[in-house]
């Protein structure tokens, strides 16, 4: 049976290098702040709405607080995902 040639792949040559472009990083230092203030305003908006039996933050919510309460933490995860 004949023998199959041996096939030589070419070295490899990198692109050539490209102009640097500035890339424009935002400053995101505000990221963290109000992610840790949305948890803390939900979480004691849930925990005075526990204590004072409903009748605050807004008693015209009713049970309806429970509800803004977690908004705000899940507002504070929403601003997590742009933490970098």
Do not use: C, H
């Not at 049976?1 to 490209?18: E, G, N, Q, Y």
């Not at 109000?34 to 908006?45: C, E, T, Y």
């Not at 807004?58 to 995902?81: C, E």
């Amino acid at each position: 049976m004949p023998k199959s040639r041996i096939r030589k792949k070419a070295d490899f040559t990198p692109p050539p290098a490209k102009q640097s472009t500035s890339i424009k990083l935002t400053n995101r230092s505000w990221v963290a702040p109000v992610m840790l203030a949305l948890f803390l305003i939900g979480l004691a908006w849930i925990v005075v709405f526990y204590v004072t039996e409903g009748d605050l933050p807004v008693d015209a919510l009713g049970n309806w607080n429970i509800v803004v309460g977690f908004g705000f933490i899940a507002g504070g995860f929403g601003v997590s995902t742009q933490w970098k």
